[in-house]
């Protein structure tokens, strides 16, 4: 575009003209820094950069619009993976729909595409009578607990009822950690036997990171998906097993439901195991005390969406789960999505429907629902699959304290949802998921 200058030396239409042009590339530049085009999820090519013209050609993916700056944050392979730009230096690589199913790994920073540099630890699997056993004693007492109350009801005499409602009150009132140092002995035993019946092979994309972290003396919060029938697969976590490095692998634990705690003899054996309740005081005081944990955000929700119909479908109650992100932001606590390969299928089940059902699920903390797993056993031990968890890389949130805004919810809530998935993308091959796709809702 050029300007025609009026040979009369009329400055009064030069600079008419001149006005208008500017009015024009503003006009412009505002259309490109809104237009739907440029959403979150996108793949762009950097251009016509001069301070980092090492960047011109490099592709990545839009974050989101700081519009205070009028710049796309763009993750890429380069600059410590964040990269601000006008939208004039970006250009749209793809058409249609927004990429964000579409991420691969080449999306992401060299230190977790890098496959040379994870760190993959694996165990033989042993399903053999030892293993079983351990299981049976940790998982086994769902159908051990329900078998109980059949007995209690429908068989026992008056003296056998007297003694199991004795045994039963006084795992109620006795603490959840009885008898001390003797059930954490024995729950690192049925964590390492665990560990052989279900083959436990884990693959921590940026162990470096998590060093980092430990010395930092964070907490960081492993974001653990799906949840599927039971989340059994957490255990990976356990300290006892040493998967992940320094402190963080000591502090180890799994923060589920708070019913299991409500449950006679269940709260001892889940306790012995390095778990704790998932409510906000224990949430929020590990994280303050600089103690990391896993825990499962899609909850219960997740089981109520199952569907035999969909089999290729992997289905995550994650869109509204905002709460951990909000207080992660509070302390300055940095989000590692996690996924766990080969859960679903550990058992058969016979789910109830409707949206009773589903207020029910969320009073008690947990869904009412029949399931079997080895042996056609109702409520028993789940089948020997061999469990394959990968931890990706950690996503550091800046500490913004009680005053907690809305918009750095959404924002980092959004990239967890685009690492997660990524991180699913980049494993599903090698774990055997690939006809499988992530759906989350």
């Known amino acids: 575009m050029t300007i025609e200058q009026n040979n009369g030396n009329d400055d009064e239409d030069y600079d008419e ?3 208008n042009l500017l009015l024009r590339v503003q006009k412009i530049g505002t259309t490109l820094g809104n237009d739907n085009n440029m959403e979150a999820g996108r793949t762009v090519q950097f251009r016509g950069l001069t301070e980092s013209s090492h960047l011109n050609g490099t592709r990545g993916i839009l974050e989101y619009y700081v519009e205070d700056k009028q710049r796309w944050s763009v993750r890429c392979d380069v600059d410590n993976g964040i990269v601000n730009a006008k939208v004039d230096n970006l250009a749209l690589l793809d058409d249609g729909e927004p990429m964000i199913k579409k991420i691969s790994s080449d999306s992401f920073s060299s230190s977790v595409t890098d496959s040379t540099k994870w760190k993959v630890q694996e165990c033989p699997q042993d399903c053999g009578l030892i293993p079983t056993l351990a299981v049976t004693l940790w998982l086994g007492w ?3 607990v329900v078998c109980i109350a059949v007995y209690l009801l429908f068989i026992a005499n008056n003296i056998e009822r007297m003694v199991i409602i004795g045994l039963a009150t ?7 950690h009885f008898p001390g140092a003797l059930g954490y002995k024995i729950g690192d035993w049925i964590m390492r036997q665990a560990e052989k019946y279900f083959g ?12 980092r972290h430990a010395n930092e003396n964070k907490a960081v919060i492993f974001a653990f998906n799906p949840h599927d029938m039971l989340p059994y697969a957490v255990f990976a976590f356990a300290p006892t097993l040493k998967r992940l490095p320094g402190k963080i692998g000591k502090d180890g634990t ?3 439901s708070s ?5 006679p003899f269940l709260r001892q054996v889940y306790t012995w195991v390095n778990s704790l309740p998932v409510d906000k005081k224990t949430f929020l005081g590990r994280l303050k005390r600089g103690q990391s944990f896993a825990f499962v955000p899609g909850g219960v929700q997740e ?5 035999p119909n969909q089999p290729k479908d992997v289905v995550l109650y994650l869109k509204n789960r905002k709460g951990f992100v909000k207080l992660a932001l509070a302390t300055g606590s940095p989000i590692v999505p996690v996924f766990g390969f080969h859960l679903d299928g550990s058992y058969g089940y016979w789910l109830p429907k409707g ?3 589903e207020r029910l699920s969320r009073t008690l903390g947990f869904l009412p629902l029949l399931f079997w797993g080895r042996w056609m056993i109702p409520f028993g031990i789940p089948h020997p699959k061999k469990i394959h968890v990968v931890v990706g890389s950690a996503i550091d949130v800046p500490n913004e304290g009680e005053d907690v805004s809305q918009e750095s919810i959404e924002k980092y809530h959004a990239i967890f949802l685009k690492e997660l998935e990524a991180l699913f993308e980049r494993h599903k091959e090698e774990a055997g998921y690939g006809h499988r796709q992530l759906k989350i809702v």
């Open 17 to 19: 003209q001149l006005d």
């Open 142 to 144: 769902n159908g051990i």
């Open 170 to 176: 006084m795992s109620l009132i006795l603490p959840a």
């Open 200 to 211: 436990l092979k884990t693959v921590i994309e940026d162990e470096e990171d998590l060093i």
């Open 254 to 256: 799994c923060l589920m």
């Open 259 to 263: 019913a299991i705690f409500n449950i």
């Open 303 to 307: 089981v109520i969406m199952l569907d």
């Open 355 to 357: 949206k009773l059902v």
